[in-house]
């Protein structure tokens, strides 16, 4: 199977300014999380989308939002960047699977990244 | 609050010593536990999960509850395992993992 693509591998914006980034996961996978990694904060939950709803969204601004479409592929959009925002943007695609007890597993498997730098 | 923590930022050991990173973990019900493995120029990639009870690359971490850990160990490290390791609970109730802050191990010859 093809793994996470993430386009655009790299992105150069001003702040203020507004950038899309986008996630395509591994064919079946109909759930795409976000995370934001940076040296000092290091890996953080972005949101986490499911046939196209979001169902778990983490301690982020409003200026960070995200959308699925009907094929699972991911976006998400930040919106008046600020200096802050510069980051690694990670796209995982999880595939879930049942365990005994009712209770599931869910592997995450991960995208290469777009880094971002805002100046 | 769940949490992860991985209190060494770098482990340095050279080739064919045992390694452990230590992760210890705050979680409030079961938990399900992960180690990713971040090589240089890499993406960040699934290493071992706890309910596998598998070995990868040499490598096997035990979940101990009573001291709320999930170090990873390997016998004899080499060059190769040089890279960045992070630790992950998986919250159930956030839908979301949840990340230590990474320990860099670093294999000299």
């Known amino acids: 199977k093809a793994g996470v693509t993430q386009t655009p591998r790299y992105l150069i914006k001003t702040r203020g300014q507004q950038v899309t980034l986008s996630c395509s996961p591994i064919s079946g996978h109909r759930s795409v999380s976000w995370y934001q990694q940076t040296p000092g904060q290091g890996l953080q939950f972005l949101f986490e989308y499911f046939s196209e709803t979001q169902r778990n969204k983490g301690n982020f601004p409003g200026r960070f939002s995200g959308r699925q479409f009907s094929n699972s592929r991911s976006e998400m959009n930040v919106s008046t960047l600020e200096l802050g925002d510069s980051a690694l943007y990670l796209c995982?695609?999880?595939?879930?699977?049942?365990?005994?007890?009712?209770?599931?597993?869910?592997?995450?498997?991960f995208g290469p990244g777009t880094r971002l730098t805002v100046t | 609050a769940q949490r992860v923590t991985q209190p060494e930022k770098l482990l340095s050991v050279f080739k064919g010593a045992p390694v452990e990173l230590k992760c210890n973990y705050s979680?409030?019900?079961?938990?399900?536990l992960f180690w990713y493995v971040q090589y240089s120029r890499q993406r960040l990639q699934l290493l071992l999960r706890?309910?596998s009870r598998e070995s990868i690359k040499g490598f096997t971490a035990d979940l101990n509850k009573g001291e709320t850990s999930f170090h990873l160990k390997k016998p004899f490290a080499q060059e190769e395992d040089s890279a960045m390791y992070y630790c992950a609970l998986w919250d159930n109730q956030g839908g979301k993992l949840i990340f230590g802050q990474g320990t860099e191990l670093s294999v000299k010859p």
């Open positions: 706890h309910i």
């Open positions: 979680y409030s019900g079961s938990p399900e």
């Open positions: 995982a695609s999880i595939s879930t699977r049942g365990l005994a007890g009712g209770r599931s597993s869910y592997e995450q498997y």
